[in-house]
């Protein structure tokens, strides 16, 4: 996800988060006024910052129907 910060201003930034909504990503993709897509592969929780080192699992079909579907591939 760093790398957004070397990405053209117009690029589209997809991020896959486990629920933890933090904000850092869609901040710095907002600040570049880059395109960010949020994929959650789980339920969103309120924020700790335990949650940031959890462990999640994504489904690979799952990922590639919203790809498809925001274009991005």
Not at 10 to 39: E, K, N, P
């Amino acid at each position: 996800m760093t790398n957004a910060v070397f990405a053209v201003p117009d690029a589209q930034v997809a991020m896959i988060d486990g629920g933890s909504y933090d904000f850092f990503f869609w901040d710095l993709a907002c600040l570049r006024q880059q395109q960010f897509h949020w994929y959650f592969s789980s339920p969103i929780e309120m924020f700790t910052v335990n949650k940031l080192s959890d462990a999640f699992e994504v489904e690979i079909a799952d990922i590639a129907r919203a790809m498809r579907l925001i274009e991005f591939v």
